[in-house]
């Protein structure tokens, strides 16, 4: 019988696996040291840029001012053509009408002759006496009716004026002021039609009425004559 050799196992000495421990270890050593290195420089630069770029940031914004100063502004103005003068017209001349002598159509014959005739005479009258003067005015009417005080009319003067008595309600009610009312004195000086514009309450616009109608005036005139007038009265209450 043939027997068949079987492959032999690698046997791996002590000695060997802890030598490629160490070399691991040392391997991730130097590799964890060179990252921390790279972070470090790293972090140097950027805090270099970060404090270069505060120390000439000022400088670099004073430039930029500068050059946006020192910037030219170009304005582009539009120009403007000027129209042309307008065509004067020219006027043409109008030819001159010509007179043209209108032939005689019957030269033969001799030319009828004009007399004057004289102007008839008139015959006017003799007068004796001119009188130049102004005619005299026609006579001035009277007014109908009543008429209002102003320009040539005059107005009436007061002669006898009775006072209104207060009521006794208003006198306790301490009632004052005044009453207006439109009357018409006659061509005798009577007061007549009293119409009240403004009153008072409590029974003094009623005395008001009656006292105003004992009133007795002058009357008005108009070119010397007594006319009737419109005429505003007045009637003051007041307590003493």
Partial sequence: ???QSRPSKTT???ADEAMATGAYAIFAS???EDKKIMRWTLGVAVVFHIILLIINFPTFQTNLEAEEKDKKVYVVQQVRFQPPP???KQEIPKPKAKKVPIPDPTPDEPEPIRLDEPEPEVDLPEVDDIVFGIPDAPPVQEPEGPIHVGGDVSKPVKVFDPQPQYTEIARKARI???VIVQAIIDKEGNVT???VLKGLPMGLSEEAVKAIKRWR???ATLNGKPVDVYYNLTVNFRLQ
């Fill in 1 to 3: 019988m043939v027997q």
């Fill in 12 to 14: 791996i000495r002590p």
């Fill in 30 to 32: 130097e590799d964890e």
């Fill in 86 to 88: 307008p065509k004067q």
């Fill in 176 to 178: 004052q002021g005044v």
């Fill in 193 to 195: 039609n009293v119409k």
């Fill in 217 to 219: 005036f002058e009357p």
